[in-house]
């Protein structure tokens, strides 16, 4: 599975899956260090997705009027 391609949403719910995993505690020490790993990379990813929404968000601004405006510029 190619953990780049994945949505926001889908890098989520595996993360979910593999916290639930290793908190049954029942995995080998090898298989839990793997998806201790797998982890790491996944919440490094969640949190790269965040980031450009979050860039996203703050190109949003109100004019003097109180409407919302999407400022033109690249992210």
């Avoid at 890098?11 to 639930?20: F, G, Y």
């Avoid at 109100?62 to 033109?72: A, K, L, S």
């Amino acid at each position: 599975m190619n953990k780049e391609a994945l949505t926001f949403e889908a890098a989520l719910a595996r993360l979910e899956v593999l916290v639930n995993r290793l908190e049954e505690g029942n995995l080998p020490l090898d298989e839990s260090l793997d998806l201790f790993a797998e982890g790491i990379k996944l919440t490094k990813q969640c949190g790269k997705y965040l980031d450009q929404a979050e860039k996203q968000i703050s190109l949003l601004l109100e004019d003097d009027d109180g409407q919302v405006v999407i400022r033109e510029e690249e992210l």
